[in-house]
């Protein structure tokens, strides 16, 4: 028996009971094995290989999981969506005189298109755009941390959320490669607070710690027309709920945002530590997560199930 | 009185007779005067800056328009679209072995991009990948030219759909940097037949000549899944049609696609004649007309007209 | 015993008969066997691997010759001296707005500078540069292949140099990538001829044939202050046998040239038949063939001959 | 009554008495007025655009100046000959595993180069190759900025040399550009040293106050086979004095190297202070000062008398 919901203008048949659908598509997912985990810091490196999760929030408040969905991992590049919500809020339309809002066509911390557009990253998902929304959020904020903790818990409904300090020393000790990116966007005079605190706090962000569960709850208003299903607050308008999903649509997936688009067709953002998560406008969240990544550094396990699921659900929004 | 269509998940509130919605519109977009009529070809600098025109075309077989409709305009690169689904029918996946499928991140011309990725071009809506194309067909068809204009006007039921020979002579004469982006995939080995025939296949297809309503009938299917909603056939599958959707979202609208995405939220084509259609799935497709053309080489007021439109209907697919 | 002569400001202590040191030298530099032959054209990929030449021609008219010295092979992008020095004398000071004088950084072919510089060449010791040059002969002399060839047999006093048909007949049809450059440079208005007739000089320039003793001859001028030696007649004045020799030691080894200068420290030019020649002032010339190529695409034995020599002479300009 | 000495082969007919001639090319010099003073720092935007300075010190001995010669000024990139010294004499070969001898074709600070190059700079007259350099420096020597002191006031036989430390603070202070050099080198593995103590060198080094006097003095043995000409002590070997030269006649001048070379040819270097020096091998040593810069970064005064200078004198070493 299967009911039916509206994405993309079009029904989607989708059962009653997700479970057995999604066991099976993780069960496949096992047998990918062509992908490699981050290793630029030991306490990614570290990390299982074959950790493997799946999970749906569908609107209606149901949360179907399978895999290693209590399993806290590294949000990595995802907690770049929390990050642009706060500068969306507290900046408004002046924030996107300081970053674009176009794919980049390039690895996503690459310099040189960096340099050819002086210093105004190409958009909010790469990692120059993310450190120049983390200076808004410093510039703005007296306390950018805890402000940018405080909205994901509450958009996940959990206090559980919490920032892995190891890996925020990690990423700090090898980042130079971003600092060199901060720097440039500086020396452009397109960083307005201190580099070493901007940096400080991108770093801390990207180590955020959540399971598949917390992330698919804390996004579903993205689904939602910005309204937060569980709590019925309105978090964003629906008009910025469109926008962001338009960004991760053009640019969330790294360089390979159009393939994920003409193969899946959803807004979705990637981060190293294995985990994708996906909006289905109007139906729900799909997150996923298995650290071993791909060559564009998207989780190959990850992809792998997000797709498959978009497929045989007819999920695309186009 | 309105009835609701469907797009994108949410109920569209568009009324039953949208003409005086587009001519409102229409009239507000005569006071954009900050575009500039493409010059680089004596037979596109000589039409007329203050042309417009603004059609709407339901899959329910309504047509609705407004302003110069019948006249007829040089669709350039909005032919890209035709190009691939000739090209995707023939050669099916390896065809994205020889294109890829991502942004670009540059100008529609660049060759430096083409030079970084050893002439595989980064998607079929720039030049180099419509030249790529082109070759696909100029290699696969005895006859090129008369499948791809007998495949258009098939689409749109008018054998009225002809070619410019005009622009499609001028073309040629200035198209030393698209020859320049031919060689380089050629001395890559990425261009299988002449050089010269295969620029020439480009240069004819740029040349088409259609009205507003013409064009919008002609990719109703991509808005109906695959289906031509007046002719019932069904001119690609459900996933074809999203696939060429995902792809004009991406990469459709040169290096504004990002800004159109955020801004209108359509998988959209433009071309330098000034005429850009936008696919609405499960409600039709909207077809805009304007010579005049922005910094980025799309028609200035037609990107009002499409913007204003999809807003005060709320058709945004994210 | 030895004589002494001036070079670089310091006495070379070059002995009067050079033989015993070249034959030394060559000896040496067969047993260099890094390189690679050229093989993009199948009438370069055929030439043995094993020839090699080393000669000295120094001003007071003696010719030092040893290995394949009477052997006639592909001078290639020697010729581009050729091509300048003609340009320089038609055009004079204008020239130098069409293509600059400074090095590329960047491999001989490279499509992304000249991009960049809007179709300005860095240099005319590129590709790009000496398709430029080529471009200013075939616009300035009604014959400009006879012109060139007539005052390279008049420089090196013999009527045997010629053209291989058959070279110049590969190049055209492996000539993707100059075309490309060509077109790219006729896209930003700095060609004026016939695209195909400016390609068909320069790859009929590329396929001069000569042998060590005949090169060394033919650039004789350039280490005596602008006068053939033999002759006594002044080719150039004194200041632009300078100016070409300052252009050969800042852009003349490919992207290898600041490496020569380091090591060598003379103006010097390369071309992919394995040919090298060296301008030492007030002393002579070397000339030097060997066909495998390093990757840099110098002869691997002609640099080893070259660097061997000018060390043991101490003949560094600087 | 003149007396002959010899450079590049060819005889100098060099007044004994300079001072006229000097003093006339100074006083055209004046009515050169196309420069601008560098402004990034107030320490440097502070300096008098009409300061101008000319001396030439000859081998012999004999020091000939005229204008501004005992005002010190900042020396800036003419510090990379002492620092490339310094590290050349305590690394040897293994220095250029980690910096190339090929010209940029780029703009001094270009970061894109340092990308496509995987953080090995192109030589170690542009800024990413200074601060390698400078990385090598700081890692070898326990206390580098003495070292390097000493060694330019022995070279000079002056202890006037000194540092201005409100121009090292302000290059601290806006250099975050060269931070992002430094550190982008660093992500690539080659920087070994603390990043901002590396920096710390690199600035404190452009920072060194001198006059055209003991610029010319202290560089002379490089125009005299590596030895200084007035206490005889060997600086360098012949060999490495003539590299050294060599990397000044390919990169010495900013993106005008090339230029340089084909107007002037003799090995230079300049500095964004206005100084510019310029080696004649076994003649001497010319310095030059004058605040305004042309686009390049060179004094546009300081260009136009060592041009006029090395012409009139017949100095070139090609």
Redesign the interface.
Known sequence: MTHDV?????PIHAPDNLKPLLEDILQQAMSVNDGKVADYIPALAEVKADYCALTVATLDGNVTSVGDTNKPFSIQSISKIYGLMLAMERLGDPLWERV???????PFN????L??EKGIP??PMINAGAILVSDVLVSHYSASKSALLSMVRGLCGSEAVCVDSRVHESEREHG??N??????M??FGNIESD?EEVLDHYFWQCALTMNTEQLASSLAFLAN?GQCPRSGKQITSHRD???I???L???GMY?????F???V?L?AKSGVGGGIIAIV???GVISAWSPPLNSFGNSARGMFMIRELANRLGL???
Do not use: C
């Open positions: 509206i994405s993309g203008g079009q674009q809002m176009e794919p980049s066509g390039q690459s310099i040189v298109q340099e050819w190409r958009n130079a490669r600092a060199a990116l901060a720097y440039l500086k020396s580099v027309r709920a469109q926008r999903n338009a960004l649509s053009t640019s360089d390979q945002s159009g393939q688009a003409f193969t067709g807004p406008p109007d139906y695309s929004v186009y």
